[in-house]
């Protein structure tokens, strides 16, 4: 299924930009349109503090407004040097789709039409057609959830697929948010995202310990493949997973529930629009252990918004019981199976995110995806300190 032309576009990254790419094609007048009048969801949104005084607020205000402009004069400026060729043009990146911003993403660019309102992404040339069908496979099925985007278009020969571009703010909860906060926005809208993922496939059942041990193997197999996975970093990998199996073990070789998950369930992937909370991001959707998307949302916030773990225990017993609540009459094996196993279920997140956050180290060029190993690495151990301390 292919309409893009076979036309190269040339993206640029200006001096005052971190992340987006700009097309150098595009008319001067639709950039300055983008610049000052699009709700580019890619910019994080400048939040004040609620209880600041009206006169400080609107000083605030202010500054943030005089720093929109300044910045967006700024990049017209840069954008103008590079299309007319003022300016030395530095690395330019050329991509066979046509939008007015990109990103570097995983694998690939992620190419923005705002004025079409879709989103294009356009796979690196080392991804395989097998791994581009299978991602495209996904959304296909993705594309039945009511808050999740659509795909429209693809071309695994052109190596792209194109979406519906979401329009929204990042939601509230992508900055630390205090306790009470958190769980009032987890209880009134990310719950009921939650359940539906969870119930939209059949639930399966699998082993707790055999998964685990195939899930090992799997993960040594990818970290001994990989350069100088002999170093410090690699070791303390090893053995924190060794230690969870070790664990699951003990516990007995039980049947857990599998569910269909987003697998980035976290607030950056959380958009607010005219109709609602909208999901994005959906690549890595699939099935996993029924509490992955559930310790994805919460374990973000300490290993990516240094948010205390001691937090996150208290955060997390009051919000797991209004999951399993939730299910009970909509799932009443699962839910019972979370109630009996909310060890094993944690431990085997640790399992899956370890291999997803190594899988993601060893293909993606653009994020220092070791640091967030670490930050998980911190925070799962933490975590089953602070949770032992407690039950003693």
């Not at 003022?86 to 911003?101: D, T």
């Not at 670490?374 to 032992?388: D, P, V």
Request: glycine letters at 4%.
């Amino acid at each position: 299924m292919s309409s893009h032309q076979s036309f190269v576009f040339q993206f640029i990254k200006l001096p005052s930009e971190k992340k987006r790419l700009f097309c150098l094609q595009q008319n001067i007048l639709v950039f300055a349109w983008m610049l000052f009048f699009v709700k580019d969801s890619l910019t994080p949104i400048v939040r004040f503090d609620p209880k600041t005084s009206r006169g400080r607020l609107f000083v605030k205000q202010l500054q943030s407004y005089l720093g929109f402009v300044k910045r967006n004069v700024r990049c017209l400026s840069y954008f103008l040097g590079y299309k007319f060729q003022l300016l030395s043009r530095k690395k330019v990146v050329e991509l066979p789709c046509y939008g007015q911003i990109c990103v570097p993403i995983h694998q690939g660019y992620k190419i923005f039409d705002f004025h079409k309102g879709v989103a294009i992404k356009v796979f690196d040339h080392h991804v395989n057609s097998s791994a581009i069908r299978d991602e495209i496979d996904i959304l296909k099925v993705v594309s039945r959830i009511e808050f999740a985007s659509s795909i429209k278009k693809w071309s695994i020969e052109e190596r792209w697929y194109e979406e519906e571009y979401v329009n929204g703010s990042l939601d509230s909860s992508y900055k630390p948010l205090d306790s009470g906060a958190l769980l009032e926005k987890f209880f009134n809208e990310i719950l009921q995202h939650l359940i539906s993922l969870m119930l939209f496939q059949e639930p399966i059942s699998q082993n707790s310990v055999e998964h685990a041990l195939d899930m090992t193997r799997g993960l040594q197999s990818k970290i001994l493949s990989k350069p100088g996975s002999t170093g410090a970093e690699y070791q303390k990998i090893t053995s924190f997973i060794e230690d969870i199996v070790r664990r699951l073990q003990a516990e007995g070789n039980f049947p857990i529930f599998w569910v269909f998950a987003h697998g980035d369930f976290v607030p950056a992937n959380m958009l607010n629009t005219q109709h609602g909370m909208k999901i994005i991001d959906w690549e890595g959707a699939g099935y996993r252990s029924a509490l992955f998307d559930f310790y994805s949302y919460f374990f973000y916030r300490p290993a990516c918004r240094d948010v205390s773990v001691s937090v996150l225990v208290s955060e997390i017993q009051k919000a797991l019981p209004m999951v399993i609540s939730e299910l009970t009459a909509k799932a009443p094996e699962v839910s019972s199976s979370l109630k009996a196993l909310e060890k094993n279920y944690r431990w085997i997140y640790y399992l899956e995110m370890m291999s997803r956050l190594i899988d993601r180290e060893m293909t993606d060029n653009n994020l220092n995806v070791m640091h967030y190993i670490q930050e998980y690495l911190k925070a799962f151990s933490l975590y089953e300190e602070l949770y032992a301390s407690e039950k003693e």
